[in-house]
């Protein structure tokens, strides 16, 4: 079956540590995303991409960065300079604007 | 920037009551789309309205978009235990290939 693989599903991070959010996907979707989730926030954009080796930023994209060196993947590391890095992080990907999005199951990272 | 708001943010309903969700833009929408949230889980797209005035049906669920394209509600119908959830908005403008803007999303909590 098509989908969307987030992984791994809980990450612990030290402060002052990068870590790296895995998305990948087998639905042949040109546009790819990466949300935040905070309680009470509902789902802020960090990153987006719309064709491999292209990206952009989304809303709140500082202490975020991303690659996109194939269709399938999509990774988002959270850097040290991210000042509030604990929250549910999702991945979604469509065929493309004006689609709706398929999220993956979600990473949950907490800084300990 | 676009702002989507969504009300109420928690809702209380007894098992068989309608309940309603509304969403407003603060500017015009090329389409709005809604998504479910189980508890725990993932945002699940549910459907896109694209046409002023707009109204679909899924079952019990009754999505309208606005003649002005700037507001939406999902209204359902005897809720049941199984509707259990956080409902999203999402807009999108348009015009680029910026991903969506989510509402904070409506929980709905059921009682027996």
């Known amino acids: 079956d098509g989908g969307i693989t987030q992984s791994p599903k809980y990450l612990f991070r030290k402060e002052g540590q990068n870590v790296t959010l895995s998305c990948e996907q087998n639905?042949?979707?040109?546009?790819m995303y990466w949300y935040r989730q905070d309680p009470g926030q509902g789902l802020r954009l960090i990153y987006y991409?719309?064709?491999?080796?292209?990206?952009q930023k989304g809303d709140i994209a500082e202490g975020y960065s991303v690659s996109r060196e194939k269709k399938e993947s999509f990774p988002l590391t959270v850097t040290s300079a991210q000042k509030n890095p604990t929250a549910f992080y999702l991945c979604?990907?469509?065929?493309?604007?004006?689609?709706?999005?398929?999220f993956g199951s979600g990473t949950r990272l907490t800084v300990v | 920037g676009q702002q989507v708001m969504q009300i109420p943010q928690y809702q209380h309903v007894q098992e068989g009551e309608d309940f309603t969700t509304y969403c407003n833009s603060s500017?015009?929408?090329?389409?709005i789309q809604w998504y479910k949230q189980r508890p725990g889980g993932h945002p699940v797209f549910l459907i896109q309205?694209?046409?002023?005035?707009e109204v679909k049906k899924q079952k019990r669920l009754t999505f309208q978009f606005g003649e002005a394209k700037k507001n939406s509600s999902l209204h359902i119908t005897a809720t049941q235990t199984t509707d259990v959830g956080t409902y999203f908005c999402a807009g999108y403008s348009g015009g680029g290939a910026d991903g969506l803007t989510f509402g904070k999303g409506t929980h709905l909590i059921i009682q027996p």
């Open positions: 500017t015009t929408l090329s389409n």
């Open positions: 991409s719309q064709i491999v080796n292209d990206f």
């Open positions: 309205l694209v046409k002023s005035g």
């Open positions: 979604a990907s469509n065929p493309g604007p004006s689609y709706g999005y398929t």
């Open positions: 639905l042949n979707h040109d546009a």
